[in-house]
């Protein structure tokens, strides 16, 4: 017999029973004669209070005791699930209600579980009753094994058995044991689409985010079954469809069978495609607040092509953001299509419903744990009290998004009851951690290995402000930046940014010789909102660059220290520009990156102007190919006849410039060989990024091609692409839980003698 069959039969029995009982006791009672009540008293309680027990029987002292009444207050008590048995006895006048009570859970432990941790099933039993202190029966144990199933077949464990022991303990408690076996996983073995005819079962396959597994199984779990994803699954396949034409396409029936042994599971999807429409006219009908040409340019359904969903459904979001944009906050856009069979056309009648117009009552900003509410409010473009605005509340989503503190931001419209023209604004906020470890490491001939580390908090005590140590280090090197950023330093938004660096180096042991080279810096930045994606920046430092002499010192550095001196101070001035539109900051796929800054050495030893530009386009090729393309420019020269400072100069080589050479390796030497960097530099990046292979959808893991090429020239030195070293490659992408993680191994294309080559290179927290 079924065993979940038999806990439900024994359940209801008990139930049946309990009835019996309470009417065998009722049947006592009503044995009795009636009489007024003297007196009540309760008899066998232990842990719940006699006012419970009073409070929930009709009888009072100086009623009248009848049949009727003394049933109803055994069936009371027996509803507060509190007792396993309850009579009544009369003495005298007096009325005895005699009880026993359920014993109390005292303790409750999982044996034998491994994919879930014991809290997280301590909850699910709590959700339905079962926990700790709370009464204890059969029946709820028994709800408590299927629940505990339910939470293993989500995990596609079908073949788990749960074993429960009840052990009582003192004081009229009891201790639960629930052993479970959890057995192997169930993985689908076989899925099949069933009707289709115009595209091919691999092309529709392709779309759905489960399948057979393959080698990456363990790590994108798309071999294991649940309801819920194959819904999602369904939901993929019909919207591929109708953005095809398919205008009447269904899922007719799903198959999922298991098993015997409860390891292997079998999809069968039953389809029926149905004809292919196509567009013959798209119309108006209803009201359009008299701007009907402003609408019509808004469509984005093609005449002539095929019926697409996908073009509908912006057409009628784009309506009613466009009406939103007047204050009407429940304006409705219907599609009404009116289909030819004979012909296989469809016209699309939108049909506009406006209603009334709406202002904002309350913005209200739910689920920030950490961050202040503030934090959120401040980039808020829609106020409250103000006409409802739909662009400016698809442009304060954007800025919350932005700010990076969240996984999910979703803004909800919901009426004000008892109103016809107020709406409020449920802002509901997804944390994340907002807190980035960066790791690196190198290894090259000269500095052996290269360790770096960093931490970088966004978003510290959730104030909305940012603080951040960079610390770099090798057998000749050293680095560190200590820099914070209060990104509304005044309530227009206007940022400040303090940072102070140190780097102190020495010559590698080919070279020879003891000299040092010391530099600090202080530096106060601000940045000015210009636009909702434009920001300028400026901002003055101090710089203080040390040449500690000693033996074999470079010739380009001696240069440096008779023209400037072997310590020297300088106060340079920065402006800059950025927009950013890119749809994502770890894992882009869309939109761009702009960039330009420049500085400027105006007091102090030296005299100097830098310039520097950036450019980053991300094209979306499909809903898995990027290509991404990157260009980064550098200039500089020395100002009133003085030459360029050596310690300003760009550098390049490795990630973040071209890969497959050392890191910073590229450019200009001295005449004793030093790698001494350049004012001109020049960097272009191309990449072609794809779904690494088994992880289907999943873009935190990504392989990628790339090409490269670039050099730094010196300042006399004319820009040659033929002096450009290049190299072609490819990566590996994975936005891990310590950040941006990236691989790449290159092979040079174009390298000259001399260079230093390193194929491979990976760093933890790098950008494009």
Known sequence: MNPSFYRFHRSTVSKILVGCVASVFAFHAWAADPFKVGDIRVEGLQRVEPGTVFASIALRVGDDYNDEKGAAAIRSLFALGLFKDVRIEVSGNVLVLIVEERPNIAQVDFIGTKEFDKDVLRKALRDIGLAEGRPFDKALADRAEQELKRQYVNRSLY???IITTITPTERNRVNLSFTVIEGDLAKIKEMRIVGNKTFSESTLLDQLDQNTGNWLSWYTKTDRYSRTKLNADLETLRAWYLSRGFLEFRVDSTQVAISPNKQDISITLNIIEGDRFVVSEVALEGYFLGKDDEFKSLIQIKTGKPYNADDVAKTTKAFNDYFGNFGFAFARTEVRPEIDRSTNLVKLVLVADPSRRAYVRRIN??????????????????????????????????RVNRLGYFKDVEIDTQEVPSTMDQVDLNVNVVEKPTGMLTLGAGFSSAEKVTLSFGIQQDNIFGSGQNLGVQISTSKYNTYY???????????????????????????????GGDYRLISESVALNFGIPFSELDRVFTGVGIEQTEIVPGTNLPASYLAYANTFGYTTKTVPLSVGWARDGRDSYLNPSSGKYMRANSDMGVVGDTRYIRMGTQYQQYVPLTKQYTFAFNADFGLGKGLQNQPYPIFKNYYSGGLGSVRGFEQGTLGPRDISGIVVGGPKKVTINSEFLMPFPGAGNDRTLRLYGFYDMGNVFGEHDTIQVSQFRSSLGAGLSWVSPMGPLRFAWAKPVRSFTGDRIQRLQFQIGTSF
């Open 481 to 511: 930046v200590v820099s914070t950023t209060d990104p509304y330093f005044t309530e227009d938004g206007v940022s400040r940014s303090f940072s102070f660096s140190h780097r102190s180096s020495k010559p590698y042991v080919e070279q």
């Open 159 to 161: 073949g788990a058995e």
């Open 365 to 398: 900003i739910l689920g920030n744990n950490r961050t202040r509410d503030q934090i959120v409010r401040r980039e808020f473009r829609q106020m409250e009290s103000a006409w409802y605005d739909a662009d400016k509340i698809k442009l304060s989503k954007d």
